[in-house]
């Protein structure tokens, strides 16, 4: 990834089997899986910027006119 590069990200894990009761409380928490599936992209952002050391890991983006911060070891990353 560069600065410049159109992107698609979503997060790396997804949670997965919650169960709640009839009033809502969870009674089995939620479980982190790695993603298998091919939902939950965001819409195209615009890599603007990469923080310095020793947040180099850091990329700064541009999402529909606001900034965001992600990083390639929480999200997965699609060039697009």
Known sequence: ???GDLI???MAWKHDNHVYNKD????KWDVMQPR?????WSKPVLVIGREAPP???LWIILL????????????EIQQI
């Open 1 to 3: 990834m560069k600065i």
């Open 64 to 75: 529909e006119g606001k900034l965001g911060v992600i990083n390639a070891e929480n999200y």
């Open 36 to 40: 298998v599936d091919n939902e939950d």
């Open 8 to 10: 698609r990200f979503r």
């Open 55 to 57: 947040n180099e890991e």
């Open 24 to 27: 809502g409380v969870a009674i």
